[in-house]
């Protein structure tokens, strides 16, 4: 899962809409999530991908 890497839409809490953001996917506690930045306000941006198989 090196450097894997997740596109697609992801909330921003900051900018209260969802933005079309790329993101690294990263494993915790059992749960893959993509970690990206907002394209409008750098505000960090996360989304939970499901279990890790």
């Keep these: 899962m090196a450097d ?3 596109t697609g839409e992801f ?3 900051k900018c209260r809409e969802k933005r079309e953001a790329t ?3 990263v494993e915790q506690n059992g749960r ?3 970690k ?3 394209p409008e306000c750098s ?3 996360n989304r939970i991908l499901g ?3």
């Design 4 to 6: 894997e890497t997740w």
């Design 11 to 13: 909330y921003c809490v």
């Design 23 to 25: 993101g690294n996917v």
């Design 32 to 34: 893959r999530y993509a």
């Design 36 to 38: 990206g930045t907002c």
């Design 43 to 45: 505000t960090k941006l």
């Design 51 to 53: 279990k890790a198989s």
